[in-house]
């Protein structure tokens, strides 16, 4: 299994904490470390200062301050950026990191942020979801001196040169969600990576259900599309350290059990085990304080550890 480390940046960090928490990961042995892309806090518990960093931005500076981890989105909304900016700004952190970029993309969902800094917030977003992953692919997928083009509801593209080339002959795409229809289709025609978040063991089960059965009718190999999950992660050696890291977060103890990764080492690396049975060959480990090395530290020599 892989295990990636995932931020939430908007909570308050700003890039030097960042920075020295991709750094630890990547000492660590994490094979990921991950993003948001979110332009205001989220939840009331915290003021969200100094305020947002920008996760492309964030993504290319560690693109060159890393060296072996994985690096992106979980996820980036399709309302933040045209996909045809969007494709030359992956290609080129791709191309920074050394072919190490990895892009979630979502619908979005967060309106509260689009109204406060002015980003159009249209009821409907999947169609847009849809035709940025097509130019997107379309794009990186062109062959060197051949053209682009894509006529869509949202999306007119004339003529592009398709440039420049990301370093990975296929960035993966991660597509998450847990839509009965639309998503799972979407995720076999375009993604290499489904990812079901924060949700328990049998609503996990009955998404990868649905992503396997679109995938064959789509006629990928098995296995060519990855499942992974993402959840928020409290852990402690102790029940008395468990709760005291998730008092800091403001957490709940029993939903941390119940639909994520919280509890004993005991607890989490049993829940770890049902998602790998499940078919996750790749878990996200959501991590609020970003200043607790420690917690880090635990989590890769008694929680990933013994999946290795």
């Known amino acids: 299994m892989e295990f990636c480390v995932f931020t939430e940046p908007q ?11 991709a750094q630890a990961a990547e000492r660590l042995g994490f094979d990921g ?16 200062l100094p305020g947002p960093t920008d996760a492309w931005t964030t993504l290319a500076a560690l693109a060159r301050e890393t060296s072996r981890v994985r690096l992106g989105t979980l996820v980036s909304s399709v309302t933040f950026r045209h ?7 992956v290609a080129q952190v791709d191309r920074m ?20 800094y002015g980003i159009p917030f249209p009821e409907k977003r999947f169609g ?20 682009f083009d894509f006529a869509g509801t949202h999306y007119t593209l004339t003529d592009s040169p398709a440039l420049p080339k990301p370093a990975q002959q296929r960035v993966p795409v991660i ?24 949700a328990r063991d049998e609503n996990i089960a009955a998404a990868f259900g649905r992503v396997r059965d ?18 928020t992660t409290v852990v402690g050696r102790t029940e008395a350290e468990f709760l005291m890291r998730a008092e800091r977060i403001g957490a709940d103890p029993e939903q941390l059990r119940r639909s994520n990764l919280g509890g004993t080492v005991a607890e989490v690396t049993d829940r770890i085990g049902r998602l790998r049975d499940l078919g996750a060959s790749r878990v996200y480990l959501q991590l609020i304080d970003l200043e607790d ?16």
């Open 33 to 48: 470390w991950f993003r948001s892309d979110h332009y205001l806090r989220t939840g009331s518990s915290v003021d969200g």
């Open 214 to 231: 679109a995938a064959e009718a789509a006629g990928r190999p098995d296995g060519d599309l990855r499942l992974s999950t993402a959840h």
């Open 128 to 147: 847009l979801l849809e035709e940025q992953l097509a130019v997107l692919t379309g794009l990186w997928g062109t062959p060197l001196g051949e053209r």
């Open 175 to 198: 597509i998450g969600g847990m839509g009965p229809k639309r998503t799972p289709e979407l995720a076999a025609r375009y993604a290499t990576e489904y990812n079901a978040a924060f």
């Open 11 to 21: 909570q308050g960090y700003e890039y030097e904490t960042l920075l020295a928490n």
């Open 293 to 308: 090395e420690e917690h880090l530290e635990l989590l890769a020599s008694e929680v990933v550890a013994p999946f290795r």
């Open 83 to 89: 996909p045809g900016v969007l494709a030359i700004q």
């Open 97 to 116: 990191s050394g072919g190490r970029i990895e892009l979630g993309l979502g619908a979005g969902w967060y309106a509260e942020e689009h109204a406060a």
